[in-house]
């Protein structure tokens, strides 16, 4: 086993591809197994990766450019680009900057509706995240119960906000409008749906022996490596720690909110999982809170100075919020003038999906690698953004 | 917070120290005391989080501002570092050794802004663009919307500023 | 005279082009020019009417999706492809190789370096094959009309049969797309893949105009 | 290792396939949109101005404003036209829409066939205008309920209060303070709609961008392009632009006067010294210019500014004509009008006082001396009532008493005053009449809504607590026996006569009502004066219902006189002579065609 | 009988087990489809795609043995069918079935695999390279316990024959081999599992991992026929398994309803595990079931 990997020097491994020992395989662009437009060189050596690297790039847009062109109300519609499956933490962290330098402080109950908007949205990512995981293993049956149930989520979205995928619904300054009429019903019987959900993939998944057999042991993640990769969120939390930035550094009203942060021992793909699945539980849970403590009555935004020429004060902010991978946050500086100066976005996935992910992959099976990106959570738009 | 800074002012000349608020600070270091305040921060001060590294160009100033970003998981608190550095032959020491995934910003940063960061690995490779041949795109000077227009077809507006028209249709001669 | 028309007789003969059937490949290093097959796409006549509009039957109602995520529309295919919306029951499903696929979703934005890959996996699937580009972003470049890095009209590179337009479009709004597609297949008016044979000099400059390190054959078979 | 549950528990898939699929039964009919679900764009094309503020504020640059109409007033006829390939359905032209025309539907598909059609042209189209199968759906997306990102409240502007007004000619409007005038500059949206309303065409969006970032000399440059009186307008201009004003349609319109009025009295002596800075090459051209009232002086300042001598001729004994003894000081104090005044002298117009053309100067002597006369003499004749009595001593005009007062004549108008008329001048006069002491009723003809006043006048004075009636027409003054006046007057009702017109006032019949006054202001009008056409040189001059014939550049069928003002435009306003002046100016200057270096 | 008739109504039954075969895989991806919570393709959807991959415009080969690898698939398959009794008793079902037939039968499963390989790996995809070699490593796995219930069988029988192994079943379904040697069926159910190629032995095709395994490159009418043979080699393995251990069929009803049975079994797996990583697959066919084919053989020949 020890002489299979080639030998390191300067920090690259050194080896002849020519030498028949070695294969090179890319998993993507074009591929179903890797999350996203990305992609991996592998180099396999039997069915074993002896190394790997994240090509990322495909998604690039240059959001920190098209921003620094931009109003900031016309930054508004783009920042929710640049994560697809989970928009609205992005849509937050923009509005919570930009608030923050203007030194707004937004009404309580658009606050209960930003967290609504954020927990609900985390609950379809994670949903999401399950089928993916699930599917990564060739077990496509969870994976499309996950998909039908995040749909469901969608629609709550569809009714709440006016759109699926790209809400739009925190703008500066506030939200764009409460709850419609029935909702809370209709927001029940989805949950109650992903309830009884959870309770399925249990039995297929996490009691499961193939399902134990292949995410057991496979990319552990140790607590020296926490800060080391700078790893966030539920890719933390499977390795025994409680860093949760709805705990730790509450923003809205999560400090008014009763849960405790999730986690599991292990640092494998199968706590990730199970981290994950606990998680959807908890936002359940958390969104039936903010469903029964909610204000229903009050204003909803404060109308910002006219947006066509908002000019923000001189300054530089960061805000951060968790998301479904861990930290998300937005770094921003005003120059003073109607358009950002500079807007970067830390996404989760940047570390996750390069630097960790191109070190946990080598020694695994190639059959595991796409089950071990999935449990990475990773996002390529937000990496290259 | 502020007890920190002023600790490590005298050591590391620090400079345009600003609070924003309890939690989060922003402090100004030259580049050759860069990697020393940061190994002190992450191994004496906990701050053991590298949250990200970006950079802001100036370009009025002539100068890019680089920006660590460092968190506290104990205290909860966020240290960010600024590095000037000229926008031309910028070079900066690199930090790939005190977290891995400083690798990849450098990486980014090389690419988008143009800075050079000795001795950090794979700097040279494409990471995010592909084919690039104008100038790194982050760049304020480079102006994102000329270049698409040029490069890229668009569909023909016919746009009317309404009071321009409405002087068209209703004055002209005035 | 639009730009297209003008743009259809290159003025001088391109470098690529070697002669009526075959291209020189000559971006690749002389010793690797002879591992690819050097044959231009030719135009595929239709069969015997009767013949043929039963294969556009088939055609139609066996449309296999290249399982490839161009850009954030791909987020919207999986509620299409899985329980919710399921469209197997249309007799579609995901291809995750080109050489099997025939219909190919650009799902909104297209980034320079997915141009080269969209290219590259387009020519593999093999003919009739089908391009539905979905949100606006393929349409007139959306949101990112000025981003340096997306191309804006994915016309001007491969052929496109049907659009759909949204941002995102809903599956069932995609669903439309498929429906007019296999519609236009019936009737035999989704030849995308004769006209990149008829106009390929036109693509090909395209493609080179933005890929700028064309590393890869001229045709990709 | 493998536990037997472990093994067994998968199963438990199975169960699924007894269950209701999840899967949308008829796939064929797509679910509709939720009901604010963010679809295809609908317009309201007679609601909408065509303001471009959705243009504006669209990111994308997905929007282009089309003509689909003609161009009027505060109606731009351009209407958006929305490129689906660049739209991303954020909305933000439905939030930020003045009017609330723009709105979405929940309709979201729509599919093109690409191959044989130039993509060009499709998922292009102007909503409202070129028909769609969604243009009737009623569910979609509204701005909702309580959510503005334009400010629709204009900031108050502070006023004397009316007890304190009553005490003296101090003006009552205080003007705005530099946080109140940002913030009032901040609400405009830059449509630049009032432009083609203001007679003078100001570049209003630019002048209040420079308020809005603070830069007054700029400001101030920018309303001397094309308004060289802007104290005085800033104070008492009709400010048409303000109802044409894309806000006014869901709120209240940009304060455009009061900003405008902001500018000159926070621009320091250095940023009006700075506005003559630029050198004037003398031309060897005279133009003479008879009355200094807006007309006359907007007229002189231009032409002076092109290097022409310019010497005006005024009957009174200081500039400013119905500006200063039309309107009384309160709302427009002379130090502002002088102000202005002085910036026009200090360009070297000669101003000649009381030089009455006809009395004291005659006409062909100007004709001869100057290469062109600009004539804007005013409207300086009031009307009598026509009535039966009203040659009476105690009947006087409102004019005659607000020039009384500008020029320090003692008036008496004794306790109780009736006014007739329902204008800004008797308005005026009412409120000049309040403020010498007397308890003062206003009659006018028709209703409240049809009186000609400026709304704002009509409610200060109510709060000055001046009387008004309505629909009264006068009938006769008769002397009483006390020496004050008794005036009878009847009850009229609406009559529409005419379809499509306003509706005239008809006496009822049989209805006589008496009001005791002491003095009886009439305010129903002036006419012009036409002592100045005395000589051969104005016989050429073409006279139709009493007002001199000219085009629109105030060009009358003698080449060398131009007139202007409220002789001979219909809205009889300051503006609009401005306007006139402006545009005679450069008419004079086309006729002239003086050779000029380079 | 002629062999001119038989050879005519070998390919009858050829043609009556392929529409079978395929029928059965449209309604197997029916059932999925239903434990999915979807309602799934119609049933005739595999002949509409292998009526559209036929009618392809274009197809490219790589070469002589990528052309071969398909034609060695469906010869094997239809090989593999052709020794294969389908209906006991019948004159017309009986195909070729000879003494010593289920040797035959075991190669030619073996012989399509094997063309395949080199077919696919003269694509030259690293995919179907990969898949290739997890193909033949899993397929050399499952084929020991399949041997060995073979073995056990031909211990029990006294005979290589299908036919007589058939003959044998008759009676009562308690002669069936599923009570008489039930150690053996469990052996070669398991090994079935991994020829279907459903989960957890889905690794040579894992979508995931390698899309799509060998036929990578293969498309148009290569993938039409291969497509084909997946309906006739189907047939033919469940046939086989109907007739080794489920008594035989003595109609073409009893035919429809044994095989759709058994096919159920590895469908009632797949739809439930995620798959085996090749290894684990491998370890997998060597322990339990091998364990379990060397328990019966002990069993039979002690």
């Given at each position: 086993m020890e002489n299979l990997y080639p030998p390191i020097v300067d920090g690259k491994s050194v080896y002849d591809?020519?030498?028949?020992k070695y294969l090179k395989m890319w998993q993507g662009p074009q591929h179903p197994g890797v999350t996203g437009n990305m992609s991996l060189e592998l180099d396999i050596s039997g069915d074993q990766v002896v190394k790997c690297k994240a090509h990322v790039g495909y998604l690039h847009r240059g959001f920190e450019k098209l921003m620094e062109r931009r109003r900031y109300i016309n930054c508004f519609p783009i920042v929710c680009r640049i994560c697809v499956p989970e928009p609205d933490t992005n849509e937050y962290l923009f509005a919570a900057a930009m608030e923050d330098l203007l030194g707004l402080d937004i009404p309580e109950r658009a606050k209960w509706l930003r967290t609504l908007n954020l927990e609900l949205s985390r609950l379809a990512s994670f949903v999401m995240w399950l089928g993916g995981q699930s599917g990564a293993f060739g077990m496509g049956t969870v994976a499309q119960w996950c998909l039908a149930h995040r749909d469901y989520v969608l629609d709550l979205f569809e009714e709440w906000t006016g759109a699926r995928i790209y809400h739009m619904y925190m703008t500066p300054g506030g939200v764009r409008g409460g709850l419609p009429e029935g909702w809370d019903a209709h927001a029940e019987k989805v949950l109650d749906g992903i309830y009884k959900l959870l309770d399925e993939i249990r039995h297929v998944m996490f009691n499961n022996a193939i399902f134990k057999q292949r995410a057991k042991g496979l990319g552990v993640i140790t607590p020296d490596m926490f800060d080391r990769f700078g790893i966030v969120g539920p890719n933390v939390r499977g390795s025994g720690s409680t860093r949760d930035i709805r705990k730790d550094t509450p923003y809205l009203i999560y400090d008014q909110l009763d849960f405790e942060a999730v986690t599991e021992q292990g640092g494998d793909v199968y706590a990730r999982a199970k981290v994950r699945w606990r998680e959807v539980y908890q936002s359940i849970d958390l969104i039936r809170q903010i469903l029964k403590n909610m204000p229903r009555k009050g204003p909803l935004h404060i109308t910002l100075p006219n947006v066509l020429h908002l000019k923000v004060p001189a300054g530089e902010t960061y805000v951060r919020a968790e998301s479904t991978r861990g930290e998300y946050g937005y770094y921003m500086v005003s120059d003073g003038s109607e358009y950002p100066r500079k807007v970067t976005v830390r996404g989760p996935s940047y570390t996750h999906a390069m630097a960790l992910l191109e070190h946990l992959a080598v020694g695994v099976n190639t059959a595991d690698v796409a089950g071990l990106m999935v449990s990475l959570h990773t996002y390529p738009p937000e990496i290259e953004r | 917070m502020q007890e920190l800074l002023d600790n490590l002012k005298e050591l590391y000349a620090l400079n345009g120290i600003t609070l924003r608020n309890p939690s989060l600070a922003w402090a100004e270091v030259t580049p050759e005391r860069l990697v020393g305040l940061l190994t002190q921060l992450r191994d004496a001060h906990g701050f053991t989080h590298l949250v990200l590294m970006t950079c802001v160009d100036w370009l009025e100033d002539g100068r890019f501002q680089v920006t660590y970003l460092l968190h506290n998981y104990t205290t909860r608190q966020d240290l960010g570092l600024h590095v000037y550095v000229g926008r031309t032959a910028s070079e900066l020491p690199s930090i790939h050794t005190l977290w891995e995934q400083g690798r990849v910003y450098q990486q980014e940063l090389h690419e988008m802004f143009g800075i050079y960061f000795p001795g950090s690995p794979g700097l040279g490779e494409p990471m995010i663009l592909e084919s690039w041949d104008g100038p790194p795109p982050m760049r304020r000077d480079f102006d994102t919307r000329v270049y698409s227009e040029e490069t890229y077809s668009h569909r023909q507006r016919t746009h009317h500023e309404p009071e321009q028209h409405m002087k068209d249709r209703l004055y002209p001669e005035d | 005279m639009s730009d297209i028309e003008q743009k259809d007789k290159p003025a001088t003969q391109p470098e690529w082009v070697k002669d009526e059937r075959t291209l020189t490949n000559s971006a690749l290093p002389s010793e690797e020019q002879d591992w690819f097959c050097d044959a231009r796409p030719r135009r595929v006549e239709k069969h015997w009417q009767v013949l043929e509009n039963f294969m556009n039957w088939a055609r139609a109602h066996s449309l296999w999706i290249l399982a490839f995520g161009t850009g954030c529309g791909a987020i919207e295919m999986r509620p299409l492809v899985t329980a919710r919306y399921d469209i197997s029951r249309l007799g579609m499903q995901m291809r995750p190789t080109p050489r099997q696929a025939s219909v190919f979703v650009i799902g909104g934005y297209v980034s320079l370096k997915t141009l080269k890959r969209i290219v590259r996996s387009y020519e593999q699937m093999q003919g009739p094959k089908f391009v539905v580009a979905v949100c606006s972003c393929a349409i007139n470049g959306g949101m990112y009309w000025d981003s340096y890095n997306t191309i804006k009209r994915i016309d001007e590179y491969i052929p496109v049969d049907v659009y759909v337009t949204g941002c995102m479009p809903r599956p069932e709004a995609v669903l439309a797309g498929f429906n007019l597609l296999k519609k236009l297949i019936r009737e035999g008016k989704a030849e995308g893949q004769n006209l990149y044979a008829d106009k390929f000099d036109w693509y090909k400059a395209n493609q080179k105009q933005v890929i700028k390190d064309w590393n890869m054959p001229d045709y990709n078979w | 290792m493998m536990r037997l549950q472990d093994i067994l528990s998968p199963f438990y898939v199975w169960k699924r396939a007894f269950e209701k699929p999840f899967s949308i039964a008829v796939l064929s009919a797509p679910r509709p949109g939720s009901p604010t679900y963010r679809g295809f764009h609908q317009n309201d094309i007679d609601k909408c101005i065509g303001c471009g503020t959705c243009a504006e504020i669209c990111q994308n640059v997905s929007i282009d404003m089309v003509p689909v109409k003609e161009a009027q007033d505060g109606d731009s006829g351009l209407r958006p036209r929305i490129d689906y390939g660049r739209c991303c359905w954020c909305a933000l032209c439905v939030d930020i829409c003045p009017t609330g025309s723009l709105t979405m539907s929940n309709a979201y598909t729509w599919v093109e066939e690409g191959l044989d059609r130039d993509v060009r042209e499709t998922y292009c189209y102007t909503p409202g205008a070129d028909p769609q199968p969604w243009d009737d759906e009623a569910l979609g997306y509204r701005k909702p309920e309580g959510y503005e990102l334009l400010h629709l409240e204009r900031v108050p502007m502070p006023h004397l209060a009316p007890g304190e007004r009553l005490n003296s000619f101090v003006e009552m409007v205080k003007g705005y303070s530099h946080e109140l005038a940002v913030q009032e500059a901040d609400r405009c949206i830059q449509c630049g709609i009032c432009t083609a309303t203001c007679p003078a065409h100001m570049n209003i969006p630019a002048y209040i961008k420079a308020i809005r970032e603070d830069k007054i000399a700029e400001g101030l440059k920018i309303l001397y392009e094309?308004?060289?009186?802007p104290g005085v307008c800033g104070r008492i201009c009709t400010r048409r632009c303000e109802d044409v004003c894309a806000l006014s349609h869901r709120g209240e319109a940009i304060s455009i006067r009061w900003l405008k009025r902001y500018l000159t009295d926070c621009a320091s002596a250095e940023d009006y010294k700075a506005l003559l800075e630029s050198e004037i090459k003398p031309l060897d051209r005279k133009i003479a210019i008879i009355g200094a009232g807006p007309g006359g002086l907007s007229a002189a300042y231009y032409l002076a500014g092109m290097g022409y001598a310019v010497e005006i001729f005024e009957?009174?004994?200081?500039?400013?004509g119905m500006l200063r003894y039309g309107i009384p000081e309160y709302r427009l104090p002379y130090t502002k009008l002088d102000q202005d005044v002085a910036q026009i002298a200090a360009l070297g117009v000669k101003f000649n006082y009381n030089a009455c053309i006809g009395r004291d100067l005659s006409f062909d002597d100007l004709y001869n001396r100057f290469d062109a006369v600009f004539v804007s003499v005013g409207m300086f004749e009031p009307y009598r009532i026509g009535i039966p009595g009203d040659d009476n001593a105690k009947v006087i005009s409102g004019l005659q008493l607000l020039s009384d007062v500008t020029n320090g004549v003692p008036v008496d108008l004794g306790r109780r005053v009736v006014v007739v008329g329902g204008g800004n001048v008797a308005m005026d006069a009412a409120r000049t009449a309040k403020r010498l002491g007397c308890e003062v009723t206003v009659l006018y003809r028709r209703r409240e809504v049809d009186m000609p006043a400026d709304v704002e006048e009509i409610e200060e004075a109510r709060e000055e607590s001046v009387n008004f009636i309505f629909q009264a027409i006068p009938l006769e003054i008769k002397t009483a026996d006390d020496g004050s006046l008794s005036f009878d007057w009847g009850k009229a009702e609406m009559v529409q006569q005419k379809p499509g017109e306003r509706p005239q006032p008809i006496l009822i019949e049989g209805s006589r009502e008496n009001i005791a006054a002491d003095t009886i202001i009439a305010a129903i009008g002036q006419g012009v004066n036409y002592l100045w056409m005395d000589g051969e040189a104005s016989a050429k001059i073409e006279l139709k219902k009493f007002r001199v014939q000219a085009d629109r550049w105030g060009r009358t069928a003698d080449t060398k006189i131009f007139i202007g003002g409220d002789m001979f435009n219909p809205t009889a306003d300051a503006i609009t002579a401005i306007a006139d002046g402006h545009r005679s100016a450069r008419a004079i200057d086309k006729m002239l065609n003086p050779p000029r270096e380079n | 009988m002629s062999i001119v008739a038989k050879v005519f109504w070998a390919f009858i039954s050829l043609g009556v087990v392929t529409i079978w075969g395929l029928t059965l895989n449209g309604i197997v991806h029916k059932i999925f489809a239903r434990v999915q919570g979807r309602l799934g393709p119609p049933v005739w959807q595999p002949f509409i795609d292998i009526f559209k991959n036929n009618a392809k415009r274009t197809a490219i080969s790589h070469g002589i043995m990528y052309y071969l690898g398909p034609v060695f698939r469906i010869a094997g398959g239809i090989g593999t069918y052709m020794f294969i009794p389908v209906l006991f008793g019948s004159p017309y079902f009986s195909n070729f079935s000879a003494s010593g037939d289920v040797l035959l039968v075991m190669y030619f499963i073996f012989f399509g695999q094997l063309g395949m390989a080199l077919g696919a790996g003269e694509g030259g995809h690293p995919y179907s390279a990969i898949g290739v070699s997890r193909g033949l490593s899993q397929m050399t796995a499952f084929e020991v316990p399949f041997a060995l219930s073979v073995i056990s069988l031909a211990i029990q029988y006294h005979t290589l024959n299908i036919t007589d192994i058939v003959a044998a079943q008759q009676g009562s379904f308690l002669n069936w081999t599923l009570f008489t040697n039930p150690l053996a069926v469990i052996a070669a159910m398991i090994a079935m599992l991994g020829m279907n190629m459903y989960n957890p032995f889905s690794v040579v095709i894992a979508p995931q991992e390698i899309p799509i395994g060998p036929p990578t490159e293969y498309q148009s009418a290569f993938l039409g026929l291969l497509a084909t043979n997946r309906g006739i080699f189907n047939g033919a393995k469940l046939v086989l398994f109907m007739n080794l251990f489920f008594g035989g069929a003595t109609n073409i009803f009893e035919m429809v309803a044994k095989t759709f049975a058994i096919y159920m079994f590895s469908v009632f797996v797949g739809a439930a595990y995620p798959r085996f990583r090749t290894e684990d697959s491998i370890r997998f066919f060597l322990k339990v079931p091998t364990l379990i084919g060397i328990a019966s053989v002990l069993l039979f020949s002690l």
């Open positions: 591809l020519d030498s028949q | - | - | 094309t308004n060289p009186l009957q009174n004994a200081a500039a400013g | -």
